[in-house]
Nanobody, 119 residues
């Protein structure tokens, strides 16, 4: 079973920075697509950033220029560096992995980590 464990969430003041990490139970290069999602209370879960095994990275418009997603193939982790945080970034952040098996596509989710941006 592919397992994802997020860490690094917490309380940060507006304008501050925070780095989230996702520990992956398999080799990261074997995963075609790794993503970060977030969900605020009363809102739908939204895609924040994703990294393809090809090296392509995509970001939501709301975080472009502030967030950076990266893969550490040696440590089997995926990180989300968040800078210039604002209260609108407050949410539970989830790590997501997509793999293609012979029987079809499979999706995996972490348990989530809370990020709160407040003074």
């Amino acid at each position: 079973q592919l397992q994802l464990v997020e860490s690094g969430g917490g309380l940060v003041q507006p304008g501050g920075s925070l780095t989230l990490s996702c520990a992956v139970s398999v080799r990261v290069p074997s995963i075609p697509l790794m993503s970060w999602y977030r969900q605020a209370p009363g809102k739908e879960r939204e895609l924040v950033a994703q990294t393809l095994s090809s090296g392509i990275k995509n970001y939501a418009d709301s975080v472009k220029g502030r967030f950076t997603v990266s893969r550490d193939n040696n440590k089997d982790t995926v990180t989300l560096q968040m800078n210039t945080l604002n209260p609108e970034d407050t949410a539970v952040y989830y790590c997501h992995a997509m793999k293609i098996h012979t029987e079809g596509r499979a999706d995996y989710w972490g348990q989530g980590t809370q990020v709160t941006v407040s003074s």
